[in-house]
């Protein structure tokens, strides 16, 4: 089985620039988290939807960030602009909720860099 | 509020031997317990869960871990480390009244030493 799929795997722009960032979940989980993993502050999360709906972004950093879950199938993750203190590997994860006994499931992440 | 925590940033352990990597909770309900474990340049991997039944749970690649309620904690183990086991670990926990998140910890490091 495919496992959560994110793209693109590495990013490297510039100041100002807009990035975003994709993620395609498993079929059939109805749960997706973005995290972000830094050396400073270990790995936080940012925001997570159930059912497309977004339940808690109070990780969320600043309004520069933004994320939507238009479909069950894909999520986006949007920096705009991008300073270099967003730059980290950004994960996203995904899991069946409504047993509260399911694992998440990780993507391999996107490392961005903004310069 | 639920939280986890992990007193060790990094764990030495020779190979062949055993090992242990610690985790503490809490949480206002019953836990629902877990151990990821990344490698480099990869995403977190599920380990193991506890939810309810035997307090000793075994999981992937050998690892078992102890769920202990009087002392709120969960720690990882394996009798026999390998190389390979080097990584970084990490303990979580939801609360079991909350059908949502899990809260994560900061991490323990594992080098196993050839």
């Known amino acids: 089985d495919a496992g959560v799929i994110q793209s693109p795997r590495h990013e490297v722009t510039e100041m100002g620039q807009e990035v975003t960032l994709r993620c395609k979940p498993i079929s059939g989980h109805n749960s997706l988290f973005w995290y972000r993993q830094t050396m400073m502050r270990g790995l936080e999360l940012l925001i997570y939807?159930?059912?497309?709906?977004?339940?808690?972004d109070s990780g969320m950093p600043e309004d520069r960030f933004s994320a939507k879950m238009p479909n069950a199938s894909f999520s986006t993750l949007k920096i705009q602009p991008s300073e270099p203190r967003d730059s980290a590997v950004y994960f996203c994860?995904?899991?069946?909720?409504?047993?509260?006994?399911?694992?998440?499931?990780f993507g391999d992440g996107t490392r961005l860099s903004i310069l | 509020a639920q939280s986890v925590a992990q007193p060790e940033d990094q764990v030495n352990v020779a190979e062949g031997n055993p090992l242990t990597v610690k985790c503490t909770y809490s949480v206002s309900g019953n836990p629902y317990l877990f151990w990821y474990v990344q490698y480099p340049n990869r995403g977190l991997q599920f380990l193991l869960k506890y939810i309810t039944g035997d307090n000793l749970v075994k999981g992937s690649y050998g690892f078992e871990a102890e769920f202990n309620k009087s002392q709120t904690s969960f720690h990882l183990k394996k009798p026999s480390a390998l190389v390979s086991d080097s990584a970084l670990y990490f303990c979580?926990?939801?609360?079991?009244?909350?059908?949502?998140?899990?809260?994560f910890g900061k991490g323990t490091r594992l080098h196993i030493l050839p």
């Open positions: 994860a995904s899991s069946f909720t409504g047993l509260g006994n399911q694992p998440q499931h």
């Open positions: 979580a926990v939801r609360d079991g009244r909350r059908d949502d998140k899990i809260i």
């Open positions: 939807f159930n059912n497309n709906v977004p339940i808690d």
